[in-house]
């Protein structure tokens, strides 16, 4: 990374510390934590203290590089700790769930409801043969259920395989292949954007091939004059009729620390999708007290992420870690755009919303949408922001402590991926002075570091690879079946340090900045420059809603950059208007930064968890065929997208 463009992102000199009042009542407000985890081992052991274990740990870790276990020996069951022990320590009728539909509907389930719900379909799994180790597939829309079967799966011991609700047969087919499910949980629908997604008809698309599975549940959600579905006998079975005689108590298995608790799927470079292994007692221990510390959780919030659990996000930070933590959580159903675009706002108003928990791609859609959306709203519940998924660029971060904030809540950006199972790097809303667009430090018992392409630390202000020095509770333990691919991906790069895959930049005050993939960093006449700092200078922009920025080849650059820009509501796509975003960016960022293409885009090619894919728009900027598009939300907007190549072209 070359200082120039280091330099030019960490002009940003505007500093937001907490208020007094918030740092006085934060879950944590003394620096000293960091200091205590240096010894991971104590450090971690002390938190993992505070849950309830069948029996304990003879070792805190053991580390057989790059094989963890961590709480060696020691048994537990997480549905244990996140519902039973709230129910039988006075928290009952506290509510654990306020479930909206999208239709508007709500259901509300207290610890002691969703004990007894969680225990009524884990006897009914139970009773279709379902034993400890066998794995289950879940596809759904955001319903109270997929939640109920999650934790049912735990607490009988067979590892779920939760596949979002918005993939394709083919890559449900592929994921229950991989993981070898012998039951598969879906739906006869799931209400998006007031459409109903047929869920039951793309999982017997899927079924056709995977001759391993032996029972599928289905979820009536939409009902039969919307969502007529055909059902198999024998092997199809309604929710239900399964659960309407179950008993809703359920012996908890005794899992070992380090029994397999889940599988979720990541895309790999390649294509065939990683199976993301987690294991029980460290993924407990990490997730709820990353939840704790970063979102400052206390008995009183209404926590919301706005997440689908068919992600990492969801599994960690709507189910696993606020449970665990016997917090309150909102749960929403369908788009954000419906049937309003205001409809998250009138949410956070209606049911008090203090902590709220989404992605940057939202955020700059928010934006996009314009201020009288959440200015029609009462937002003062609101007390703390978070970011998840993707660089949050500055005008981003500014927007949505402004306008969602009201100037009033701390932002955490948090930094870490389906492989590290919780957060690693985000600020400490009692402690940290926030910079806009700066993630800050690495989690107390975290480290991580930046490290140049032969692996040697990069002295700050520097840029880099980001890499994890240490292992972690909450970490993978793998790739489901396929121990030498987890060696290859991440532990092959430098000899005994984790690689992320991301670019990242260490500041003097030890503040890391992600950059995104580095696939993603360009090459432009000797410098590297990271696409995030020439979208963020786009967006910087008051025409520009949103961007994405590629390098292509050029003969004597190297590579060129080249721009898609989509534009505010209202603004037009003009001559004058490229020239003036153009020279903008150079402007902000120098010209060595400037684009060489604008495109203007009327939407970016996003997977269905809200990333860019670059991938696609580097085949479309060097006018080649467009590879693979099947993990795409939409993908009519590849071809409308190629069409503003060939006329800027011509
Ligand atoms: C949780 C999740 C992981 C990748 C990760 C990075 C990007 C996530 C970020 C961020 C900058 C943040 N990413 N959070 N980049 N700042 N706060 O998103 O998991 O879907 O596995 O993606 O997302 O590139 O490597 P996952």
Redesign the pocket.
């Known amino acids: 990374m070359s200082h120039e463009t280091i330099e030019t992102l960490l002009d940003e000199d505007r500093r937001f510390p907490p208020s007094e009042a918030f740092a006085a009542a934060a879950n944590v407000n003394d620096p000293a934590i960091y200091e205590a985890g240096e010894d991971i081992e104590a450090f971690w052991e002390s938190h993992a203290k505070t849950f309830t274990w069948f029996e304990p740990w003879t070792k805190v870790l053991e580390w057989d590089l790059p094989f963890a276990k961590w709480f060696v020996g020691a048994k537990t069951n997480i549905t244990v700790n996140c519902l039973d022990r709230h129910v039988e320590g006075g928290k009952a009728d506290k509510t654990a769930f306020i479930w909206e539909g999208e239709p508007g509907d709500e259901r509300i389930f207290t610890y002691a409801e969703l004990l007894k719900e969680v225990c009524r379909f884990a006897n009914a799994l139970r009773a279709l043969g379902v034993q400890k180790g066998d794995r289950v597939t879940l596809y759904l829309g955001m319903v109270p259920e997929l939640a109920i079967a999650v934790l049912a799966c735990a607490r009988i011991g067979a590892p779920h395989s939760v596949v979002f609700g918005g993939f394709s047969p083919d890559s449900l087919r592929e994921r229950i292949k991989d993981s070898d499910s012998k039951v598969l949980i879906t739906g006869d629908g799931a209400w998006r954007r007031g459409g109903v997604v047929p869920l039951k008809a793309n999982a017997d698309i899927a079924l056709e091939e995977t001759p391993g599975v032996e029972h599928v549940v289905v979820v009536q959600r939409i009902g039969a004059e919307k969502a007529p579905v055909p059902m198999q006998a024998g092997r199809d079975h309604w929710w239900h009729e399964l659960v309407a005689d179950a008993a809703d108590t359920c012996e908890p298995e005794v899992m070992d620390a380090e029994d397999l608790l889940f599988i979720l799927y ?1 895309s790999g470079t390649t294509g065939h999708p990683k199976g ?1 292994a987690h294991t029980t007692g460290g993924y407990m221990v990490g997730t709820a007290m990353t939840h704790r510390w970063v979102f400052d959780i206390k008995d009183d919030d209404v926590y919301w992420c706005t997440a689908d659990i068919g ?3 969801g599994h ?1 930070y709507i189910v696993y870690g606020p449970l665990a933590n016997g917090c309150t959580s909102v749960m929403y159903e369908g788009g954000p755009d419906h049937p309003g675009k205001d409809r998250f706002w009138d949410i956070v108003e209606r049911r008090g919303v203090t902590i709220f928990y989404t ?2 791609t939202a955020i700059r859609a928010f934006m996009g949408w314009g201020d009288e959306h959440p200015k029609s709203h009462d937002l003062s519940s609101l007390r703390l922001l978070g ?6 660029n500055p005008e981003a971060w500014m927007w949505y402590h402004d306008t969602i904030g009201g100037g009033r809540c701390p932002i955490v ?8 199972g919780g ?1 690693m ?2 600020p400490l809303p009692g402690l940290t002075t926030n910079k806009p667009g700066s ?1 800050a430090r690495a989690l107390p018992g975290i480290h991580v570091d930046v490290v140049d392409e032969e692996g040697n630390h990069v002295d700050a202000p520097g840029g880099g690879l ?1 890499v994890i020095r240490k292992p972690w509770p909450s970490m993978l333990r793998g790739i489901y079946g396929n121990p030498e691919r987890y060696k290859d991906v991440y532990w092959s790069k430098f000899d005994g340090l984790y690689f ?3 670019g990242a930049k260490l500041d003097e005050d030890g503040y890391y900045w ?4 580095v696939d993603d960093i360009m090459l432009v006449s000797g410098h590297n420059i990271s696409t ?1 700092e020439v979208e963020s200078a786009l967006v910087d922009h008051p025409a520009v809603a949103e961007s994405a920025v590629v390098g292509r080849t050029h003969a004597v650059k190297g590579q060129a950059i080249a721009a898609f820009v989509t534009l505010m509501g209202g603004a037009e796509p003009s001559e004058e208007a490229r020239a003036e975003i153009r020279q903008h960016v150079a402007a902000k960022i120098g010209p060595i930064g400037r684009p060489d293409d604008v495109y203007f885009a009327p939407a970016l090619p996003k997977t269905r ?1 809200g ?1 860019i894919m670059r991938r696609l728009l580097r085949d479309i900027a060097e006018g080649r065929e467009v590879g693979d598009t099947t993990t795409l939300a939409d993908p009519g907007v590849v071809d409308t997208l190629r069409a503003q190549y060939e006329k800027h072209r011509s």
Do not use: F
């Open positions: 990541t993301i992600w990492v996000t960690s992605a940057p970011s998840v998924g993707e660089p949050i950006d948090t930094w870490w991926q389906t492989e590290t957060i790097i985000s993630a980001l992320a895959g991301d992600l950059l995104g993939r995030m968890s990333k």
